[in-house]
């Protein structure tokens, strides 16, 4: 019989991705409809290493501990349709950028405009393909009681304790042409 001795450090899921620009492969991609019939393009990204030099494995801030990726994901989620213009506006510029980086559309000359259908075909088309992103830590809140995920908490929230600050996670927050 072993016996195994468990620490927080067991559960936490390590550093989060520092900022940073990596190479990626979109291992899932799926359109989702929600309630109100807006739409939005889902993906997750896998085989995460540096852009510079394909490394997985790499000290940051002059850290003696080197940084291990791993089996770590990304995620993205872009909104095709939406109530909002604006939040429809900003998913439908990070589709077609993504689009751009993964071969998928050329960008349009100056004058000229490309129709691209982000569909459930489309999104299956991205699946295997390799890009280039952006990645920036940002904060995540959750609320103390019940432990779900709170975004944009109110200043009160925060001061009352009723929301905490969580562990950050890497976001993508941009795409980058080859």
């Known amino acids: 019989m072993s016996v195994l001795t ?7 899921g390590g ?6 620009t ?36 790499f000290t940051i801030d002059g850290s003696a501990v080197p940084f291990r990726v791993g089996n770590r994901k990304l995620f993205a989620r872009s909104w095709i349709t939406h109530p909002n213009e604006q939040a429809q506006s900003i998913g439908n510029r990070e589709i077609k950028r993504e689009a751009v ?12 405009s490309i129709e691209l259908n982000v569909d459930e075909e489309y999104a299956m088309q991205l699946i295997g393909k390799e890009v280039t992103v952006r990645t920036q830590q940002k904060p995540r809140y959750i609320n103390a009681v019940t432990g779900l995920a709170v975004f944009k908490p109110t200043p009160e929230q925060l ?9 950050p996670e890497a976001e993508v927050v941009a795409w980058v042409e080859a």
């Open 6 to 12: 468990a620490t927080t450090d067991d559960f936490t």
């Open 15 to 20: 550093r989060p991705l520092p900022n940073g």
């Open 22 to 57: 990596y190479k990626v492969t979109v291992l899932d991609a799926r359109v989702e409809k929600k309630d109100d019939g807006s739409e939005r393009l889902t993906r997750m990204y896998g085989n995460i290493r540096r852009a510079a030099d394909g490394a997985v494995e």
């Open 101 to 112: 980086a993964a071969g998928l559309l050329t960008r349009p000359t100056k004058g000229q």
């Open 159 to 167: 001061q009352s304790g009723e929301v905490t600050e969580g562990r």
